[in-house]
């Protein structure tokens, strides 16, 4: 690095990080730990240059072509990996070359045998999701929408069900029976028998009776005159009596329905593992026609323009709740969950924003205490649901979230009271975030464990029924991916807790609460535990070496062992630059702008370079790891611009995942403007620390980062010199409710927030010369999204922007050529401008 830059450089061995310890001394603090108690090595607040920064690869110049051709020249990766069920075998999802299906392989670890598994063959190993019952003697798993039971013990496999009809909620119940749900019903199937019968079923309509009861004078009238109909209303009564007392006496028939409220649907159900209760979430039927929009999609096979329907946009969306239903399947009664045993169920959470936007109207606001609109948790990132049962069938725990986005509730289910129990609150004035949400029951005691970002940063607590709360880790890192063992001793999790930009594996002792990190691999890495808990299946990856599996032994003091090598000989012969990872400092806040910084050779001698800030998608995204990146294109794109003499800057702007709480929420009602100042610390970084000329700077990035982009043109004019906005957002009261009303709450409430953090707001300060890509059919970000801005800077008469419109391309384009037009445009915009 060049001299001026005065940062102490990290070499990354082969071995792993020096400063790093394999244990941690339990953590005592529950929930009300500050973010400076904790510990990241000090690794973390230094530049980090990696000790493969340089391949050994020989082939020098890139070029587009090459780049941003079908990836399948980089080599497949092995996707969506699990565990056979010997822990001597493990299966991986790899892309056929030339499409988009994939196969899925086995790997022996004995003889190190790779085997495609055969078609015929699919329904014995597509077992990634299966359940098991509590003796471990059966497994059982979902293929093609029908069940699937093997013999532990004789390795036999049996097929339960065959139709077409989906099946979910897979489980094995107390007496051995296997349960599943299809439709609004669930079902259990005796192994042996096979035979099966429907527990519950519910039906959302008025709970049928004998006859209808008169329902004016008219209708009495014509019962007091009329002999023969009140004998055959009668003779119905009898009919359905009859009926209902042979439906409570014989056990061959099945239950009969509950009935629910109409016009509602369900949202989500559970079965308690004793077959004694269900839990139904239900909501409203929405209109068809409220569901979305229609977006044009001008090429298709038949030469007619298609209207495709997509989502709503936020600024339509009104608010919702859901309700729960108590079930019991023994006494056939059924009780709605009340939410006003929620700490805060009325509070106006929103009351000074209210209050801001109505005085900016001239208005008055009175704050309100009405009952908030609330239902289950909706995590992004989720595989689990959000109700959850102690294996006992006794306790339940429901996991809830305001409309408002402000409140989560861990709650269980007095079943005798049929009522809800908070178990712990989660506040957040900016908004609850929409990962980190992990939760379950031990095994052995009705303890819960759950994810929480109390302190400021994820982390994993135990909440025993009627006792208080304990944290299991704490620290300024994110702990996420949580795992069980049966025998309730560890709690595996994934966390980076030695530098915001490595991931490792790591267990808690559920008991002491000590830590041991079980990995050492510096660089992104995720996992799967077989089911004996002596093995783990990790997913590793660094900067320039896409993702390829490793095994692991708990325990061992080996290293890892990389079991896959799926990258091509032809992205190995490359001579890649990595990028170094530098904290730089921020004006605005104590944490530094993690950031990727890609140098060409000599940089610090000759005249000033030029440079690029690219801008990562996603918002809440973290791109600054030490990991293969999912923009590997604009990686290897950066890598050419590199060999031509630029910098390259990629930072994780405030807002970005990977760095707590505080950094997550800054945007909180004005998305853009702490981004853009993290983007001016990092042009001057760039200027005061690698030899960069301020007036050769240009920015681009796509989605969220081409949103970046128009507000850094618009408003900081002189921060870059040109820019690319692909596929971006200009106006976010267009987007989609699930992701703004999160960090900008919803128009209506909140127009300050929209106004002054939308793009289209500002484009009169539009004075260098910006590049539009526009994809046509983005279901994602619409295509309207670009068109309104330019028409707005057609009547601003601006005359330095172009667009580029792509007709066949969704928000992720697809088609080679659609990538290389893309970036020709940006590469020519840099050259011309730069």
């Not at 001299?3 to 339990?26: E, F, W």
């Not at 056990?251 to 989500?268: C, D, I, M, Q, W």
């Not at 000074?352 to 109505?358: G, T, Y």
């Not at 896959?564 to 990872?581: G, H, Q, Y």
Request: aromatic share 10%.
């Amino acid at each position: 690095m060049h001299k001026s830059a005065k940062l102490l450089v990290v070499t990354l061995l082969s071995a792993g990080l020096t400063a790093c310890s394999g244990t941690q001394t339990t953590v005592n603090d529950p929930l009300e730990n500050s973010p400076s108690s904790s510990s990241q090595s000090g690794l973390a607040n230094q530049t980090i240059k990696p000790a493969n920064s340089s391949a050994v690869g020989t082939q020098s110049e890139l070029t587009l072509e090459q780049i941003m051709a079908d990836p399948d020249w980089i080599g497949r990766e092995p996707e969506s990996a699990f565990w056979g069920l010997d822990a001597n075998t493990l299966y991986y999802s790899q892309k056929r070359a030339g499409t988009i299906v994939k196969d899925l392989f086995s790997l022996n670890l004995t003889t190190n045998e790779v085997n495609q598994v055969p078609l015929a063959q699919l329904h014995q190993a597509s077992i990634k999701d299966r359940v098991f019952d509590h003796q471990k003697k059966w497994t059982a798993w979902i293929f093609e929408n029908n069940v699937f039971v093997q013999n532990l013990n004789t390795q036999k496999t049996k097929q339960l069900t065959r139709d077409q009809d989906r099946v979910s909620k897979l489980q094995f119940l107390q007496d051995g029976r296997i349960s599943y749900q299809k439709s609004d019903a669930i079902y259990a199937v005796d192994i042996e028998s096979g035979m099966t019968a429907q527990l519950v079923s519910w039906k959302f309509a008025e709970a049928p009776t004998a006859v209808e009861a008169p329902k004016d004078y008219i209708a009495e009238q014509q019962l007091d005159l009329i002999k023969v109909l009140r004998q055959r209303r009668q003779r119905q009564t009898d009919q359905f009596e009859q009926q209902q007392q042979l439906q409570a006496s014989n056990g061959t028939l099945a239950n009969e329905s509950f009935y629910l409220p109409t016009k509602h649907r369900t949202v989500e159900a559970s079965l308690s593992p004793n077959g004694r209760y269900a839990i139904v979430a239900i909501e409203e039927e929405k209109p068809s026609r409220d569901e979305g929009d229609i977006m044009p999609n001008y090429v298709v096979d038949n030469g007619r323009i298609k209207a495709e329907s997509v989502r709503r946009r936020v600024a339509d969306a009104k608010p919702e709740s859901q309700y729960l239903w108590l079930l019991d399947l023994v006494n056939g009664s059924q009780k709605q969950l009340s939410y006003t045993n929620l700490p805060r169920y009325n509070d106006d959470v929103l009351a000074s924003v209210k209050k801001e936007n109505a005085q900016a109207k001239g208005e008055t606001y009175q704050p309100n205490r009405l009952p908030r609109d609330i239902g289950l948790l909706v995590d992004w990132g989720w595989s689990q649901s959000a109700i959850a049962w102690h294996n006992d069938g006794e306790q339940v725990a429901i996991m809830l979230e305001a409309w408002d986005n402000k409140d989560r509730w861990l709650t269980t289910v007095d079943l005798n009271k049929k009522t809800l129990v908070t178990q712990h609150r989660l506040h957040d004035d900016a908004w609850v975030n929409y990962n980190f949400n992990s939760f379950g029951w031990l095994n052995n005691e009705t303890t819960l464990y759950f994810l929480s970002e109390h302190s400021g940063y994820s982390h994993l607590y135990l909440k025993p029924l009627n006792g208080s709360v304990r944290a299991l880790t704490q620290g300024r890192y994110e702990v996420d991916n949580l795992t069980l063992t049966a025998d309730d001793a560890y709690i595996y999790y994934q966390a980076n807790q030695k530098h915001p930009g490595i991931y490792e594996i790591y267990r808690v002792n559920v008991s002491d609460g000590k830590i041991d990190m079980l990995t050492d691999l510096n660089g992104k890495t995720d996992y799967v535990l077989s089911d004996d808990a002596t093995q783990l299946l990790l997913t590793h990856s660094k900067l320039t070496q896409p993702p390829e599996l490793y095994v692991k032994a708990v325990g061992s003091t080996e290293l890892a062992k990389q079991v896959t090598f799926t990258t091509s000989e032809a992205f190995k012969a490359i001579n890649w630059t990595a990028p170094e990872i530098v904290p730089i400092k921020s004006s605005h806040v104590d944490q530094p702008i993690y950031s990727r910084v890609y140098l060409p050779k000599n940089h610090d001698q000759g005249e000033k370079r030029r440079a690029v800030v690219f801008n990562h998608g996603a918002g809440y995204l973290q791109n600054s790891h030490l990991g293969w990146s999912g923009y590997f294109r604009e990686f290897m794109f950066h890598n050419m611009l590199v060999q031509q003499g630029y910098v390259v800057l990629d930072m994780d702007y405030r807002a970005s995942a990977g760095y707590g709480r505080d950094w997550r929420t800054a945007i909180y009602r004005h998305m853009g403007k702490p981004e853009t100042q993290d983007l001016v610390d990092g042009v001057d970084w760039l200027v005061e620390n690698v030899n960069v000329d301020r007036q050769r700077i240009g920015t681009y990035g796509g989605s969220y980062g081409g949103f970046m982009t128009f507000m850094a043109l618009f408003t900081e004019p002189d921060l870059f010199q040109a820019g690319a906005a692909l596929r971006p957002v200009s106006d976010w009261a267009h987007y989609n409710h699930g992701y703004t009303s999160n960090i900008l709450n919803i128009p209506d409430v909140d127009p300050i927030a929209y106004e002054r953090s939308s793009p289209i707001y500002f484009a009169e300060g539009l004075t260098k010369p910006l590049l539009i890509n526009a994809p046509m059919v983005d279901n994602n970000v619409f295509f309207v999204d670009v068109v309104r801005l330019v028409q707005r800077l057609i009547e601003l008469e601006k005359e330095n922007f172009e667009t580029a419109i792509y007709p066949v391309e969704a928000h992720g384009f697809i088609e080679p050529s659609s990538w290389l037009d893309e970036y020709r445009r940006i590469y020519k915009l840099f050259e011309q401008n730069l």
